[in-house]
């Protein structure tokens, strides 16, 4: 399993690498990439949630509308953002209203909804941050402080792990684990600051780490939380050693947000 996961990060990391590096035009490589990527993990996370039984999530209106959040900073548009956001609450709820069977139409309109805003909203974010100033430098930090998080956090675990973080989410993950990536990712901020040249200090830069690191477990646990909730395992065995493309979205959207807000803020809006 480890020399899969490790052969599987070898290939993809490169892939990750160059799409967020290489210029943008006239091709937003960028943008494809996390389209192919957060759409297919939309489209696990909607059939996890259909397999429960419970609901049944409309999946075409839902991929459609993820897909227009993540290229909307590519529109022209003025106010595309909010005119996407509240189709995405109002076109689900009409699609639930022309089923024909309408005893989940609230379910999974919930359903569809949430899976838009986590993997189309969410994801998008990374899409406008490459459009910023640094913006190309700012996605490579964002991800591999991630990458780098979340292996400390694996490797220490698993030598190191005694006290469980959250046994009810996660039984594996311990607090020696997640101590492990905050450190590691702190660390790893101050390689990154000297190859990228980010305009912030080594000290202003390892407490965005640490931010990063903290915010990216969370959204590992939240879609722990998720799988232990809907019976699921593993969202497919689409990437060998790491499990489906919902597996390895999780913690790479929550450190992205981070990262964004930072930027806006200190850019002054």
Do not use: C
């Not at 993997?119 to 913006?135: C, Q, S």
Request: glycine share 10%; no cysteine; aromatic share 14%.
């Amino acid at each position: 399993m480890l020399l899969k996961r490790l052969a599987t990060s070898v290939i993809l990391l490169p892939l990750v690498w160059a799409s967020a590096w290489l210029p943008q035009t006239p091709v937003p490589w960028f943008t494809v990439f996390v389209a192919i990527w957060a759409v297919g993990a939309l489209y696990e996370f909607y059939h996890i949630a259909h397999a429960t039984g419970k609901s049944h999530p409309f999946i075409y209106p839902g991929l459609a509308l993820a897909l227009l959040l993540i290229i909307q900073p590519h529109l022209t548009l003025s106010g595309s953002g909010p005119l996407i956001l509240a189709l995405a609450a109002v076109v689900p709820m009409i699609w639930g209203m022309l089923q024909q069977d309408k005893s989940t139409a609230f379910t999974s309109w919930s359903w569809t909804l949430a899976g838009v805003i986590y993997l189309g909203w969410l994801p998008g974010l990374y899409v406008a941050l490459r459009g910023f100033e640094f913006g190309r430098e700012w996605v490579i930090f964002a991800l591999f402080i991630t990458f780098i998080s979340d292996s400390a956090a694996y490797f220490v675990g698993r030598a190191l792990g005694r006290h469980y973080l959250a046994p009810t989410i996660s039984p594996k993950k311990t607090w020696e684990g997640a101590v492990g990536g905050v450190v590691g990712a702190a660390l790893a901020s101050l390689a990154l600051e000297w190859w990228l040249g980010l305009p912030i200090s080594y000290l202003g830069l390892a407490f965005l780490a640490v931010a990063v690191s903290i915010f990216g477990q969370i959204g590992d646990l939240a879609e722990s939380l998720f799988k232990r909730n809907t019976g699921a395992k593993d969202s497919s065995q689409v990437l060998p050693g790491h499990g489906g493309l919902l597996d390895r979205i999780d913690s790479v959207v929550f450190a992205g947000l981070i990262v964004y807000f930072y930027v806006i803020f200190s850019q002054g809006g």
